[in-house]
């Protein structure tokens, strides 16, 4: 399959699982993703902490950057802030009609399952906050920030 | 929106969880769901524009994937020959462990090309295959040779 189909494929697959597995597999997917495909950013925020998921999310060579989504990321007095004006997955799912996964879990869920927990590692609590239409279903802006424990 | 390389890595960690947690029949028909419910347009265009229209897709998408195929359309048989796969490209390039295609990796490309060549009035062959990066896949119209 070609990454062009990715994000249609990835939002179909979640409502596969619920459906047919239940949204307890969706979770172990999710955190499967985390522990083996966020291996970058685990990288990056264990050698350079809150810097590293600027590094990560942020710039040109960036995953954002590359995806093209419209978003402000900043790192100030030891908070990470980053603003999603407009999630390029989101984006996508309604440029091809697709619904996004709005099941027990929604499409959105997926960031804070994959980051927080890589995150918490290197004691780093995340947060996030993403805007729902009235039916629950994700429409691409959220807010998330990042941390040190105390 | 843009996608990222990173993502080919994805679908491989997403392969072998599907196949580890329920098994290769599981897979399979994971991958021939998605293929049924993603690829409408994709069929429409093949029913429409016949091996022409398969030979353009496939020349277009390996090309958007930096990836290189050699595509004849001959005696009513489409041969596709993939010499530079962008997935095994990418991973292994990669320093990431479950970026390791897994064993059936590739199996993925004949079961989705299988539905999409059926759906649309064509039959589809996995000639070969060496797991690696390489492989040749022919369409033929239904009724036609394949092979």
């Known amino acids: 399959m070609t990454v062009h189909d990715f994000i249609v494929t990835y939002n179909e697959t979640f409502k596969y699982i619920e459906e047919k597995y239940g949204v307890e597999a969706v979770k172990d997917l999710w955190q499967t993703i ?3 495909w966020c291996t970058h950013l685990d990288e990056l925020v264990k050698n350079k902490g809150l810097d590293g ?29 980053g603003i999603m004006h407009e999630c390029p997955s989101v984006k996508e799912l309604h440029e091809n009609n697709r619904k996004v996964y709005n099941g027990k879990l ?12 890589v995150a918490k590692k290197y004691g780093i609590e995340m947060t996030f906050s993403v805007e729902h239409e009235e039916n629950g279903e994700c429409i691409g802006r959220c807010t998330w920030g990042a941390t040190h424990s105390l | 929106m843009a996608p990222i390389k990173e ?51 496939y020349e277009h998408t390996f090309r958007l994937d930096n990836g290189k195929c050699k595509a004849y359309l001959e005696n009513e048989k489409l041969t596709i020959e993939v010499t530079k796969c962008p997935d095994y490209e990418f991973m292994k390039s990669s320093s990431n462990a479950h970026f390791v295609p897994i064993e059936n990796y590739c199996k993925h490309h004949e079961v989705m090309n299988n539905i999409l060549a059926e759906k649309s009035g064509h039959s589809f062959c996995m000639c070969e295959c060496d797991n690696d990066g390489y492989c040749k896949w022919s369409f033929s119209k239904k009724g036609g040779v394949t092979g």
């Not at chain 1, 600027?54 to 990470?80: C, P």
């Not at chain 1, 929604?106 to 927990?117: F, I, K, N, V």
């Not at chain 2, 769901?33 to 029913?47: A, G, L, N, P």
């Open chain 1, 53 to 81: 998921m600027v590094e990560y999310w942020g710039g040109e060579d960036g995953t954002l950057g590359r995806e093209k989504a419209e978003y402000e990321i900043s790192l100030k007095d030891g908070v990470f802030s």
């Open chain 1, 106 to 117: 929604t499409y959105c869920d997926h960031c804070r399952a994959l980051y927080a927990p």
């Open chain 2, 7 to 57: 993502w080919f890595g994805l679908y491989n960690v997403m392969y072998n969880w599907f196949e580890k947690k329920y098994g290769y029949k599981a897979l399979n028909e994971y991958w021939s769901y998605i293929t049924e419910s993603c690829f409408d347009k994709v069929v429409e265009d093949f029913k429409k524009g016949g091996l022409e229209s398969i030979k353009d897709y």
């Open chain 1, 34 to 36: 985390s522990e083996q």
